[in-house]
């Protein structure tokens, strides 16, 4: 099979990584609905387990909400109906009966978990409300679908808060904020954050805040969101709660969720033409052991690679043994495309020295390691590869960015910055000319700008970027 | 509210228990699907763990397949759409249209599996193949729904492995059953395996092992069960393998699945009318600590109780400080019903003397720990907890066992044990006359018994269980 390159053809390239690395399998009979192997499931595994580790370390409580939401529930949000109506599935029969109310399978589970808040909630010492679920969403998808960036069963975190004040919800945001840069780091990926358009909008929310990270072909992928919703879910699902006063007063909510699109975005910004490269932290074999023999001394080498093994795992390091039957280069072949960070070698020569060689994924750099000090050294070297993958999508995400002032010559495969009046004419006259989205503004807003509208000319209060999506 | 007495009515108290400690939460507005509440959920997600560690030490791999099946797949292998056909759930719609081919939501995952099992095993080094995974299931369940014991969104594993051999399919059911034995330690629950009869099996499987335990009550709840497929289902799903000797041959296989009801069990086996009781390897909260203030040492208690927290989390020990504005005699209550093992207690006396006082929730037995080994202290009480736990549940479980060798007196409230032919038409006599289920034979066969059939008096190669159910 010959290589795809990379900057040739991303959207082949990527689907192709996934296929041969091994982290999912499309082959499933539901287009759009795919099978998590265990490789791929491993790594999203690790994932899910930072982002429960912050969203724990903060307060938050893990629940776990019914699938389907009554029809009835599910319409009382106006906008938020409109915005779902067309891409939500639908349980009409059960058994052999028809239902009297037909039941949505969660799109996001606003609708299911704010009845059940307007009976916890009933006064201020039951606020802030903080809770979070780690579960699968469904959304009938019509665009084509890829593996992690658009399926049509999703898996996602979503959390969800209540608040007694609409800037104790802000305060809720800003800590979404910082959880997500602790989250990304393990990711290796950089991103950025830029309030949405009105009309791009999460529906029923007060303003949206897009997480977006740069694919290298230049087009952007979000991979998740944080919302404030003021009172307009608490207002129609009557979530109040009685202030000092004995008044009685509808909370402030906000949400906060990211998908399996994390992983997405991880192949898209650290494979390179060999494979896939896996993050250190979600790699879900950090390092791979390979044997190599020479005449007469497999049984020796075979036990010193095993006790290598076992040391390492011993001290938490997540290490693969491959002692499979084969050469070691097309071991070597394999390990690659599926990204293990780190690889060791071990024969007659090492053990005599008392070494192991080791070769990084990340720029093929070959060493040594002392035997008796191997887990300070691969740690050591691991922490080196997160920081080499971190500052090199850095480096790919900011060349990909460029300013520009005016509507003639808007560069290709790149995310653009102008300024922008903030009026829906201009913005959507931007997009439909261009046929690119306004990201939006950043955010936290960026303090002391000044520039003009790109579209009429008129002062811009803030910049905004525009980009091609995935 | 007056407390409901275990042995009264076990239905209405373990309800008011499901309730009063916070596990679970009915008032979603559809019958049968549940909240999962903090406090219940992280209970069951120390379940999931053991079973993943389990599992994964077993070589399964963990994966995930697609909620949904297409009718056309689901309906592959005859007798067991037969079995399923009045409960599932139908997706029909999707967005504004209507679906071309249904699609069920899973009531267990075969039919989406074995499709791709088909094109996952090419030749005998694919085997075995052991894949599970941690995911609800749904079934529209027509009896009356009971929290944890018969919902229609069940929260369960499932494992599925492919084998060359019967014989080692066969090797796989004794391995679930080792596994097992493990998990049921944690959650201090003991169990029987019974053979089912043939009208009761899986369907589609060669045969069904159920896994069930005893309620206060004297009814059995199944918790769960470990099927031998044979080439049942590798028929129908074409899952082939290529021999030593190129020859393709169906897979033998098996299935193993445990739910939800694991916590309704525990909650059933271990509770008295103060509330729960938490086997300590599964409580949220292990240990709780309790400051007792007198005048003006506030100060100086809180933050002894906090060292104290901070020094037992350290050491792995789930612990939760209460330091709510509140009474200790009412912190008592709400944690004597939630269940937590044990309760440690610090006042200016004991920070005086260098100790904590204790008090176990299973016996109420009092006494002092030494501060400076509290953690060793806690460990060994939490074990004896465990211990005591399951001795005192072995201890109901026999007491509720009865031989019986006439079917006139057949006693109310037990679980009996009499020989029966085998045939199906006694079987059936039995189970309509007495208005019990036949459990099955014992798993594995008792050897050297012999007796006779409770209804035609002829030969009884083995015995069985017969009991109510939940």
């Not at 791979?288 to 020479?294: A, E, G, L, N, T």
């Amino acid at each position: 099979m010959s290589r795809l390159e990379k900057d040739d053809n991303f959207g082949d390239w990527y689907l192709d990584i996934v296929e041969r690395a091994g982290l999912s399998d499309k082959r499933y009979p539901i287009k759009g609905m795919n099978v998590w192997t265990p490789y791929g499931w491993k790594a999203m595994s690790n994932i899910d387990r930072f982002i429960r580790q912050e969203l724990d370390a903060t307060q938050h409580d893990e629940v776990c909400f019914p699938l389907m939401i009554p029809e009835t529930e599910f319409k009382k949000e106006k906008d938020h109906i409109k915005g779902f109506d067309s891409e939500v599935y639908w349980v009409t029969h059960a058994g052999l009966n028809e239902l009297d109310v037909r039941l949505v399978l969660r799109p996001t589970s606003e609708t299911a978990m704010y009845p059940m808040f307007a009976l916890w909630v009933r006064s201020h010492q039951d606020l802030p409300l903080k809770v979070y679920q780690i579960v699968n969403v469904f959304r009938y998808e019509t665009k084509q679908t890829r593996a992690f960036m658009r399926v049509r069963e999703i898996h996602f975190f979503e959390s969800h808060t209540c608040h007694a004040t609409e800037e104790d919800a802000q305060g809720q945001i800003d800590e979404d904020a910082e959880m997500l840069s602790r989250i990304a780091g393990k990711l290796c990926l950089p991103y950025f954050l830029s309030v949405r358009t009105e009309w791009d909008k999460f529906p029923g929310a007060h303003y949206t805040v897009g997480i977006d990270t740069v694919m290298p072909n230049g087009k952007t992928l979000q991979i998740g969101s944080m919302h404030h919703y003021r009172t307009n879910f608490s207002e129609p699902y009557e979530i109040t709660y009685e202030d000092e006063n004995s008044e009685h007063r509808h909370v402030h909510q906000t949400t906060y969720g990211m998908s399996e699109r994390l992983l997405g975005a991880v192949i898209g910004a650290h494979s390179d033409d060999k494979g896939l490269i896996m993050p250190p932290d979600i790699a879900p074999f950090q390092v791979v052991i390979i044997p190599i023999f020479s005449k007469d001394n497999s049984a020796v080498v075979l036990e010193a690679a095993r006790l290598l093994a076992a040391d390492l795992s011993g001290q938490g390091i997540r290490a693969k043994l491959d002692d499979r039957d084969a050469r070691p280069g097309s071991k070597y072949y394999d390990w690659e495309i599926r990204g293990v960070p780190l690889r060791l070698e071990i024969g007659g020569r090492d053990i005599e020295k008392n070494v192991v060689a080791f070769a990084r994924r990340d720029t093929g750099e070959k060493g040594q390691i002392e035997r008796g000090s191997v887990g300070e050294g691969v740690r050591l070297i691991l922490g080196m590869i997160s920081s080499s993958l971190m500052e090199r999508a850095r480096a790919s995400q900011e060349s990909k960015l460029q300013d520009v002032a005016s509507l003639d010559g808007i560069p290709e495969g790149r995310v653009v910055r102008f300024g922008w009046c903030g009026c829906e004419e201009c913005g959507h006259r931007f997009e439909d000319t261009q046929d690119m989205k306004i990201l939006g503004t950043p955010y936290p807003a960026e303090k002391g700008y000044s520039g003009k509208c790109i579209v009429c000319g008129k002062e811009a209060a803030q910049p905004v970027l525009a980009a091609r999506t995935m």
